[in-house]
C-alpha cells in the first residue's frame, strides 16, 4: 500500500460514488464480533472494519496492488451479519459487492483453477436455465453409472465437494412446476413463486411442498415461465454486469405479479435488491413485491392448520432472511403453530453457517470451521430437527452435522406447515 493521501485533500470527482459511503464507518468495532471470519481467524484485515478500511484505501488509489486486498474481500461471506451490528447504518454488502465488481476487472488478477471454474459454471451454466437442465441430467447419469464414486476414489472430486453435494433428485423430483396451482377451498387471492435454479434442480420437491402450502391456504399460484436465475450468485462472484440481464429478465417475467414468493433466502434477498441492482422505477417497484414465505405467511395467517409433528426443532435463520431482509421473527411464529411441535431455543441461530453461495467451495476449510461452530451448537441444543430456509444453507448444516456425526436432520420451514392430506 502506497502512502495514505488525506480524504479530505483527494478530488471527491476522482472518487468512485460508493467511497462516501465506507466513510459512513466510525471504526467503533461493534460489528467485529458478529463477524464469523474475525471469530475464526481473529485478524483485523478479515473483519468488517478492517475490510471497510481496505475498500476505502482501494478507492483513494492508496492500493498500489489489488490482490494485496484481494484475499481478505474473498474471504467475506457477504452474510451481512455486521450490517445488523453497525449501528452506523454502514451498507457493508453493496459496497462489498461493488468493489469485487471492480476487482474483477483489475489487469493484475490472480485467480485460482478452482475460481475461475466456479465462475465459468455461474455464468455460462447456472445462468441458463436450459443449461442447468442439462448439467443435472448429465450429473444424474454421472452418479447412476457411478461416476461420482470413481472420481471419489480416484480424488479428483475434493472430498468437502463431495461431502456437502447432495445426491442429484431423479428427473421426476426435478421436473418444473406447473405454470398455474389451482387454490383449494375458499380462493383467498393470487400469488407468483419464483422458483429458483437451485431449489428447482436440488431441491424440486420442497419447491412443490411450497406451492402446495400456498394453494391449501388458498392462494392460487402462478409460476410465470420466462423467470431466470436471480443472479445472486454471480453478484457475489462480483459479475453485476451479467446479473443485471437475469434480473431485468426477472422484471419482465413478474410484471403483471402483485405478491412474488420466495422460498430461498439468497434469491429473496437478491430479488429485493433489483432495484439497486438496475436502477430502473421498474426494478425497485418490482422488490417491493417480493416476500418470503415464511413474511407471507405470517402476514395472511395460516388458514389450515399444519399436521402433527411430535419433534423438537431449532429454526436457523439464513444470513439472508435475517440480515439482508430483516426477517426474523416470522419463521418461528409460523412454527409454534405447529401441533405437537416444540422449538427449542437456538443462541447462534443467526450466526453464518459458512455456506454463502458457493463460498463453501471456494473456501473449504474456513467454511469447514465456521460450520463446526454451528453444528456443534445445534447438537447440543437438545433438537432433532433443524429448520432453515435457504438451499445452500440447508446442504452446508447438513454436511456440518454428518461430519459431526450428529443424527440432526435438516428441513425446510415449509415441509412442518403442510396441512395433513385430505382423505
Ligand atoms: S459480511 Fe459477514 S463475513 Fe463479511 S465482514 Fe460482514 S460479518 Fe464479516
Ligand atoms: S460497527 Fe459499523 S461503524 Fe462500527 S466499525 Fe463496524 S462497520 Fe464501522
Same mark, same amino acid.
Given at each position: 500500500?502506497?502512502?495514505?493521501?488525506?480524504?479530505?485533500?483527494?478530488?471527491?470527482?476522482?472518487?468512485?460514488?460508493?467511497?462516501?459511503?465506507?466513510?459512513?464507518?466510525?471504526?467503533?468495532?461493534?460489528?467485529?464480533?458478529?463477524?464469523?471470519?474475525?471469530?475464526?481467524?481473529?485478524?483485523?484485515?478479515?473483519?468488517?472494519?478492517?475490510?471497510?478500511?481496505?475498500?476505502?484505501?482501494?478507492?483513494?488509489?492508496?492500493?498500489?496492488?489489488?490482490?494485496?486486498?484481494?484475499?481478505?474481500?474473498?474471504?467475506?461471506?457477504?452474510?451481512? @451479519?455486521?450490517?445488523?451490528?453497525?449501528?452506523? &447504518?454502514?451498507?457493508?454488502?453493496?459496497?462489498?459487492?461493488?468493489?469485487?465488481?471492480?476487482? #474483477?476487472?483489475?489487469?493484475? #488478477?490472480?485467480?485460482?483453477?478452482?475460481?475461475?471454474?466456479?465462475?465459468?459454471?455461474?455464468?455460462?451454466?447456472?445462468?441458463?436455465?436450459?443449461?442447468?437442465?442439462?448439467? $443435472?441430467?448429465?450429473?444424474?447419469?454421472? %452418479?447412476?453409472? &457411478?461416476?461420482? #464414486?470413481?472420481?471419489?476414489?480416484?480424488?479428483?472430486?475434493?472430498? %468437502?465437494?463431495?461431502?456437502?453435494?447432495?445426491?442429484?433428485?431423479?428427473?421426476?423430483?426435478?421436473?418444473?412446476?406447473?405454470?398455474?396451482?389451482?387454490?383449494?377451498?375458499?380462493?383467498?387471492?393470487?400469488?407468483?413463486?419464483?422458483?429458483?435454479?437451485?431449489?428447482?434442480?436440488?431441491?424440486?420437491?420442497?419447491?412443490?411442498?411450497?406451492?402446495?402450502?400456498?394453494?391449501?391456504?388458498? $392462494?392460487?399460484?402462478?409460476?410465470?415461465?420466462?423467470?431466470?436465475?436471480?443472479?445472486?450468485?454471480?453478484?457475489?462472484?462480483?459479475?453485476?454486469?451479467?446479473?443485471?440481464?437475469?434480473? @431485468?429478465?426477472?422484471?419482465?417475467?413478474?410484471?403483471?405479479?402483485?405478491?412474488?414468493?420466495?422460498?430461498?433466502?439468497?434469491?429473496?434477498?437478491?430479488?429485493?435488491?433489483?432495484?439497486?441492482?438496475?436502477?430502473?422505477?421498474?426494478?425497485?417497484? $418490482?422488490?417491493?413485491?417480493?416476500?418470503?414465505?415464511?413474511?407471507?405467511?405470517?402476514?395472511?395467517?395460516?388458514?389450515?392448520?399444519?399436521? #402433527?409433528? %411430535?419433534?423438537?426443532?431449532?429454526?436457523?435463520?439464513?444470513?439472508?432472511?435475517?440480515?439482508?431482509?430483516?426477517?426474523?421473527?416470522?419463521?418461528?411464529?409460523?412454527?409454534?403453530?405447529?401441533?405437537?411441535?416444540?422449538?427449542?431455543?437456538? @443462541?447462534?441461530?443467526?450466526?453464518?453457517?459458512?455456506? @454463502?453461495?458457493?463460498?463453501?467451495?471456494?473456501?473449504?476449510?474456513?467454511?469447514?470451521?465456521?460450520?463446526?461452530?454451528?453444528?456443534?451448537?445445534?447438537?447440543?441444543?437438545?433438537?432433532?430437527?433443524?429448520?432453515?430456509?435457504?438451499?445452500?444453507?440447508?446442504?452446508?448444516?447438513?454436511?456440518?452435522?454428518?461430519?459431526? &456425526?450428529?443424527?440432526?436432520?435438516?428441513?425446510?420451514?415449509? %415441509?412442518?406447515?403442510?396441512?395433513?392430506?385430505?382423505?
Amino acid at each position: 500500500m502506497s502512502a495514505p493521501t488525506s480524504p479530505g485533500c483527494a478530488s471527491t470527482d476522482a472518487l468512485p460514488a460508493w467511497h462516501r459511503q465506507t466513510l459512513d464507518c466510525v471504526h467503533c468495532g461493534l460489528c467485529l464480533e458478529a463477524c464469523p471470519t474475525y471469530g475464526v481467524l481473529g485478524t483485523e484485515t478479515d473483519s468488517p472494519r478492517g475490510r471497510l478500511y481496505l475498500m476505502r484505501a482501494f478507492a483513494e488509489g492508496r492500493v498500489d496492488d489489488p490482490e494485496a486486498i484481494r484475499p481478505h474481500l474473498d474471504r467475506c461471506l457477504d452474510c451481512r @451479519a455486521c450490517e445488523t451490528a453497525c449501528p452506523s &447504518g454502514v451498507r457493508y454488502g453493496a459496497i462489498l459487492e461493488t468493489v469485487r465488481e471492480e476487482l #474483477r476487472a483489475s489487469p493484475t #488478477r490472480t485467480r485460482t483453477l478452482r475460481m475461475k471454474l466456479a465462475s465459468a459454471w455461474l455464468r455460462h451454466v447456472v445462468a441458463h436455465v436450459g443449461r442447468l437442465r442439462w448439467f $443435472f441430467r448429465l450429473a444424474r447419469f454421472a %452418479e447412476w453409472i &457411478g461416476l461420482r #464414486r470413481l472420481a471419489r476414489a480416484m480424488r479428483i472430486l475434493p472430498p %468437502e465437494v463431495d461431502a456437502l453435494l447432495p445426491r442429484v433428485p431423479s428427473a421426476a423430483e426435478r421436473r418444473p412446476l406447473p405454470a398455474l396451482i389451482a387454490a383449494q377451498g375458499e380462493r383467498r387471492g393470487r400469488v407468483a413463486f419464483f422458483a429458483g435454479c437451485v431449489m428447482e434442480s436440488v431441491f424440486g420437491e420442497i419447491n412443490r411442498k411450497t406451492v402446495e402450502l400456498l394453494a391449501s391456504n388458498g $392462494f392460487e399460484v402462478v409460476v410465470p415461465q420466462g423467470q431466470r436465475c436471480c443472479g445472486a450468485l454471480l453478484v457475489h462472484d462480483g459479475q453485476r454486469e451479467p446479473a443485471r440481464a437475469l434480473a @431485468a429478465a426477472n422484471v419482465a417475467a413478474f410484471a403483471n405479479c402483485e405478491v412474488v414468493i420466495t422460498n430461498s433466502a439468497g434469491c429473496g434477498a437478491m430479488l429485493r435488491e433489483y432495484g439497486e441492482l438496475l436502477g430502473t422505477a421498474a426494478a425497485d417497484e $418490482f422488490a417491493h413485491r417480493c416476500l418470503d414465505i415464511t413474511a407471507f405467511l405470517a402476514r395472511e395467517g395460516l388458514r389450515e392448520t399444519p399436521a #402433527r409433528c %411430535e419433534a423438537r426443532v431449532a429454526y436457523d435463520a439464513p444470513c439472508h432472511l435475517c440480515h439482508a431482509q430483516g426477517v426474523r421473527t416470522q419463521p418461528a411464529e409460523l412454527l409454534k403453530q405447529v401441533p405437537g411441535l416444540s422449538l427449542v431455543p437456538h @443462541a447462534t441461530s443467526e450466526d453464518c453457517c459458512g455456506s @454463502a453461495g458457493i463460498y463453501n467451495l471456494l473456501q473449504p476449510s474456513l467454511a469447514a470451521a465456521i460450520g463446526r461452530r454451528k453444528a456443534d451448537a445445534l447438537a447440543t441444543g437438545g433438537a432433532e430437527l433443524v429448520a432453515t430456509g435457504n438451499p445452500g444453507c440447508m446442504m452446508q448444516i447438513a454436511a456440518c452435522l454428518r461430519a459431526a &456425526g450428529t443424527p440432526l436432520r435438516v428441513v425446510h420451514p415449509v %415441509e412442518l406447515l403442510l396441512p395433513p392430506p385430505k382423505r
